[in-house]
Each structure stands twice: as structure tokens, then as C-alpha cells.
Nanobody, 127 residues
Framework: QVQLVESGGGSVQAGGSLRLSCTAS????????MGWFRQAPGKEREGVAS????????YYADSVKGRFTISQDNAKNTLYLQMDSLKPEDSAMYYC????????????????????WGQGTQVTVSS
């Protein structure tokens, strides 16, 4: 079992920044990939960024590339999502997730590949 707890969400004006955190506990050594996902009301959950915990390669959705950065602090078992140049369309509930099986990098932004999920943290960007 892996438990995930997100924090750091909030309200910000367009152009601002937020840093989300996701603290993991439990059997974290079984994790291959960590990812950030978001879901806006009435929309499907979409992948934002992923991190391969073996190779440390990252993968981003086109909509956030160049603005968001995924990283981790292994000593703290914490995953981060630095979000800069935020836009109103980035408003959503943000979730972190852990995958315990190997994924193709191109598939690492699909929710179906992830087994464990946090409860989410709300991000609201006003224009």
C-alpha cells in the first residue's frame, strides 16, 4: 500500500505560481512512476506530468510544457509540481498518483496506469 497526501493548492491570479507537494508513505519502494493529474468540473481527468523513479525522466502534457516542472525530494518522500505562468484554464483539482508497474513513457500520463491516488488539492486561477 502507498498513501499519498497532496498540499499546496490555492487561489492565484493569472501569471502567478504555485508549488504543489505530494508526500508518500507506505511501500514506496514498489513505485515505478509518480504522476500529477488534474480534473476540472465536467471534464475527464488528464495527466499533467510524470516522473520515472528509476531513470528520473520526465514527461509533460503539451498544455503545461515549459510552465510546469515535476521533481522529487527522495529523502522526504515528496513529489513536487512547480507551476509557473498559471492560466485560468489550469484551474482544477490536482491529484498525485503512484504506479507500481513499469509504464511506457508515452503512456505515463494516462490515469489507468496508476494504482494509488491522493485526495487532491484545489487550484484556482483567476483572470
Amino acid at each position: 500500500q502507498v498513501q499519498l497526501v497532496e498540499s499546496g493548492g490555492g487561489s492565484v491570479q493569472a501569471g502567478g505560481s504555485l508549488r504543489l507537494s505530494c508526500t508518500a508513505s507506505g511501500y514506496t519502494s514498489s513505485t515505478y512512476y509518480m504522476g500529477w493529474f488534474r480534473q476540472a468540473p465536467g471534464k475527464e481527468r488528464e495527466g499533467v506530468a510524470s516522473l520515472n523513479l528509476r531513470s528520473f525522466s520526465t514527461y509533460y502534457a503539451d498544455s503545461v510544457k515549459g510552465r510546469f516542472t515535476i521533481s522529487q525530494d527522495n529523502a522526504k518522500n515528496t513529489l513536487y509540481l512547480q507551476m509557473d505562468s498559471l492560466k485560468p484554464e489550469d484551474s482544477a483539482m490536482y491529484y498525485c498518483a503512484a504506479a507500481t508497474s513499469a509504464l511506457l513513457r508515452s503512456m505515463s500520463l494516462r490515469p489507468s496506469g496508476y494504482k494509488y491516488w491522493g485526495q487532491g488539492t484545489q487550484v484556482t486561477v483567476s483572470s
